[in-house]
Nanobody, 123 residues
């Protein structure tokens, strides 16, 4: 079983950048798929970015070209670099792990979740 710890959120002005980290413990995550999800107040949790077990990355349209997901196996950590942030990116961001390595884009497919980290983008 893997435990996930998300961090790096904060308050930033529109156009700014943040880097979120998702540190795994209890197991190496190199055979998992990792997803970043976000949930804004009053909205459903939605997928943002996904990495398959082979390191391929995928992004939803609203963040493509602005967000970059990467992994450091030595540190057992996955990152989400968020640039050109917009007020509509404001949400609690979660990382999650999926045990078969398939980067599903829906939260129900993920097996382990970290606690969220708040990202607030002011206009």
């Amino acid at each position: 079983e893997v435990q996930l710890q998300a961090s790096g959120g904060g308050l930033v002005q529109a156009g700014g950048s943040l880097r979120l980290s998702c540190a795994a413990s209890g197991s190496t995550f190199d055979h998992y798929a990792i997803g970043w999800f976000r949930q804004a107040p009053g909205k459903e949790r939605e997928g943002v970015s996904f990495m398959s077990s082979d390191g391929s990355t995928y992004y939803v349209g609203s963040v493509k070209g602005r967000f970059t997901m990467s992994g450091d196996n030595a540190k057992n950590t996955v990152y989400l670099q968020m640039n050109s942030l917009k007020p509509e990116d404001t949400a609690v961001y979660y990382c999650a792990a999926e045990i078969t390595g398939v980067p599903y884009q829906v939260p129900d497919e993920y097996d382990y979740w970290g606690q969220g980290t708040q990202v607030t983008v002011s206009s």
